[in-house]
């Protein structure tokens, strides 16, 4: 067993090292995009590998899924192709990463042996969560519990991040609709590949709401639900028109929604204020302190799912809508 | 009978495993980009198919097999059209296929 776990890691880890070169090496842009889309399904095997299925699940659909359809809205508007560079000296860069590599290298000599078990990692906050996540918050999947009750506070800032990314692409880009727009043209007729979206969406929204819901039990969560609903809704736009979806879910909506999938997180913390506990303390939210954490959980990871989902459509729709350069 | 059954199996792999090989050597010797295509829709249709196939015969009849058959599924209804899709993007930004013609035709017909 492990004999085979070794055999798996050396080709996923050797098929990253290639696809690095090949990206470094890659002039067109995107070819890049593509290599770094293969990039991320391969991180998101080696996590599979190591038992990270969570994680694993998040860089499949973020890295891999959305960020790649992101980047080729991006270079839809800038071009396919790198710019020449003015040439410059090879010699600085390469004593410049000479000497990081150096650094970094001796950094990891201080550093604990991998995988060694009296690790300081491994002594102090882990065993705690793992003896008593099942008695205090009392859901099966303990990364849900750590992320979502321990770990409540941080991630109320990662979705406010999300939710900042969000202002700052709509402060720069905005977002044209293209109503009054005279060079708009409607764009040819794809039968095979709108019937087949056609079949596919209700089965990624279902599979979305799963992920959303059954995070307390298996694998997922808000974020990545959101990420997996906002991909039924870009494959939407991929194959019919980008005014189609905009009448279907319009951006004004979505920005609403944003916010309050923050408010909802935040609003849980005041209540639990409210209620006489710490903020997002969901033991006081209902009578018995395991049903609180039950419910609290819940709730905010429904309203990451909202926050991201929104975020997602939103920041698409602001790239796809400055140029369609190509279809 | 678990003989008849692991032989049927290792059947299904090894075909499964040729017709990948066999893909990505098309993808690599095919000298043109339809070609190309076809060699990895192959291993994206038949070759899933036949692996997938010989692991069902392993596991027996249970819930994972329920889950393999359904990943068939979702892969031949998906992976068809994604190469569709490419195909079809590639020949309405202008690139032509070779065809039957080989090139002391077009040669001939270039200078006719």
Request: hydrophobic share 50%; with cysteine.
């Amino acid at each position: 067993m492990s004999a085979i776990n070794l055999l798996i890691d050396i080709v996923l880890l050797t098929m990253l090292v290639f696809t690095t070169i090949a990206i470094v090496r890659s002039r067109s842009l995107f070819a890049i995009v593509m290599l770094s889309g293969i990039y991320s399904l391969l991180s998101a095997n080696i996590f599979v590998v190591l038992d990270a299925v969570d994680v694993a699940f998040t860089e499949a659909a973020v890295g891999a899924g959305i960020s790649t359809v992101l980047m080729l809205a991006t270079i839809g508007i800038t071009g396919y192709e790198q710019k020449k560079r003015r040439s410059i000296s090879r010699i600085t860069p390469l004593i410049v990463v000479f000497i990081t590599g150096a650094v970094l290298v001796y950094g990891t000599l201080d550093m604990p042996a991998f995988t060694n078990p009296s690790n300081p990692v491994h002594e102090h906050v882990a065993p705690r969560f793992i003896e008593q996540s099942p008695t205090e918050v009392g859901i099966p999947n303990m990364v849900t519990s750590v992320l979502a009750s321990y770990r409540g506070y941080d991630t109320m800032g990662e979705v406010i991040v999300v939710f900042a990314a969000l202002i700052g692409v709509l402060s720069l880009l905005g977002i044209r609709e293209k109503k009054t727009d005279p060079v708009y043209t409607e764009p040819p007729p794809r039968p095979i590949l709108q019937v087949m979206a056609k079949f596919m969406i209700p089965f990624i929204i279902l599979f979305a709401l799963y992920v959303q819901f059954h995070g307390d039990f298996g694998p997922g969560g808000g974020f990545q639900a959101g990420v997996i609903f906002s991909v039924a809704i870009i494959l939407y736009t991929l194959t019919f028109s980008q005014q189609d979806a905009m009448d279907l879910v319009p951006p004004w909506v979505l920005k609403r929604l944003a916010a309050l999938g923050v408010l909802i997180y935040g609003g849980t913390g005041v209540v639990s204020l409210l209620k006489g506990g710490n903020f997002l303390d969901y033991n006081v939210l209902a009578h018995d302190p395991i049903h609180g954490q039950h419910y609290g959980i819940l709730i905010i990871e429904f309203g990451v799912g909202l926050t991201v989902a929104c975020v997602m459509i939103l920041i698409f729709f602001a790239f796809i809508s400055r140029g369609d350069k190509n279809p | 009978m678990n003989f008849i059954i692991d032989a049927l199996s290792w059947a299904c792999l090894m075909l499964g495993c040729f017709l990948g090989i066999s893909g990505a050597i098309g993808i690599f010797r095919f000298d043109e980009f339809y070609s190309r295509a076809h060699a990895a829709s192959v291993t994206d249709t038949l070759c899933v198919l036949f692996i997938i196939s010989g692991l069902v015969l392993q596991s027996g009849f249970n819930l994972v097999t329920v889950k393999m058959i359904f990943i068939v599924v979702l892969l031949w209804l998906t992976s068809p059209v994604a190469s569709h899709a490419l195909i079809r993007s590639a020949y309405q930004t202008g690139l032509k296929p070779k065809l039957a013609i080989t090139r002391k035709e077009s040669s001939k017909r270039t200078q006719s």
